[in-house]
Structure formats: structure tokens, C-alpha cells
């Protein structure tokens, strides 16, 4: 496989940020001897083959990481993919605090990126939970059946919007906030948008 190439795009990523920017250099070049493609996407380093992502980097407070984006479907020998939350479907994580890690790992690193490259070009894809299957809060239950509208509106909704909405309606554990924020979010709902459309 041909090695990739720097895209200008995306070379601010690795000058901006200041806590891991020896560990995003470091993964950079391990991900690109690779040979795939640099793009910008969520504004962050996003790694594809054939324009399908295959893996980005990110940071956070703590440590920074190579997300697979259908990492579910790895083998993970070594078990060191890392599930973000319970709600996470496909991607996985490898997490770092240093770059001696990273140099540590380098060959094990290539080894999940190429069988990721792997899953790609077999066209694997992943099993996602259809919205049917997240559990629906109680409060929303009530609302829906106080108002059929709603409960069309929401049925019209692409699963994954039902699932965002889902899952934010029911994470709070007091009962007063997932009733606030079903409130906030109904009008949304009858106008067809998702959680995050304005």
C-alpha cells in the first residue's frame, strides 16, 4: 500500500493544539505510512480509503486516542480497543498518555489500521440497534400518548434521530429534568428535525 499524504488542511490541528501535539504527530505518520487519506472532518484528522472513514484522531483532558470507526467489527487481539459509552454502537477507541506508548504500540497500531482497511474493502457493516430496541422513558411515553401528533412526528423521524432522541431523553436520572428536556425538544420533534438540526 502506498504511503499517504499530508493534507494542509488539517496541519493546523497539529500545530494548535498544545497538550498532545507530539502524540498527534507521532499517530499521523504512523497512520499515513499506512496509506490513507487525510481529510478534515468534526474538525479533528479523519483517515479514509475510498472516501469511507476508516480512522481519526482526537483529543481530551485526559488522554488522546485513534478512533476506528467501525472498530466493533476489529478482532482486538490484543484487547486494547476501548468502548467510549454503552451507547456506542461501531466506533472504538486506543488510548494514550505519552508517545512512548504510541512507539511502543507502532506495530501493533499498523496492524489494526490495515485490518480495519481490511473491514472496509469487504464492506462489513455494522449491526446497529434499531431505535425500536432503546428503552423509552416514561415521561416520553406519557407525552406521546397525550399527544398523537408528537407520537407521528417522532415515528416519521430516521432512526437514528428517534435513537438521539431516545438516548437524551433518558439519560438524566432525575425525572424532572427528562421532562424538561422532552419539553424543550417536542417542538423540534413535530417540525421533523433531529437533536441537533436548528
Known sequence: MSIGSMNPAVDFFFTKEKKWQD??????????????????????????????????????????????????????????LIQQTKNVQAARQIRFTAVRQIVDMKNTLTAYIHEAIEVEKAGLKVNFKKATEFSV?????????????????????????????????SAPKQAKTRESRIEKYSKHILAGKGLTDL
Do not use: M
Open 137 to 169: 422513558p416514561e415521561e416520553f411515553e406519557i407525552k406521546l400518548k397525550k399527544i398523537p401528533a408528537l407520537k407521528t412526528a417522532f415515528k416519521t423521524l430516521t432512526p437514528g434521530r428517534q435513537r438521539a432522541y431516545l438516548l437524551y431523553f
Open 23 to 80: 502524540e498527534f504527530k507521532k499517530l499521523r505518520a504512523i497512520v499515513l505510512d499506512c496509506g490513507l487519506n487525510e481529510e478534515l472532518k468534526w474538525g479533528v484528522p479523519c483517515y479514509t480509503y475510498n472516501k469511507n472513514n476508516i480512522v481519526l484522531i482526537h483529543g481530551f483532558k485526559e488522554y488522546c486516542a485513534l478512533l476506528f470507526h467501525k472498530g466493533s467489527l476489529l478482532q482486538d487481539v490484543d484487547g486494547i
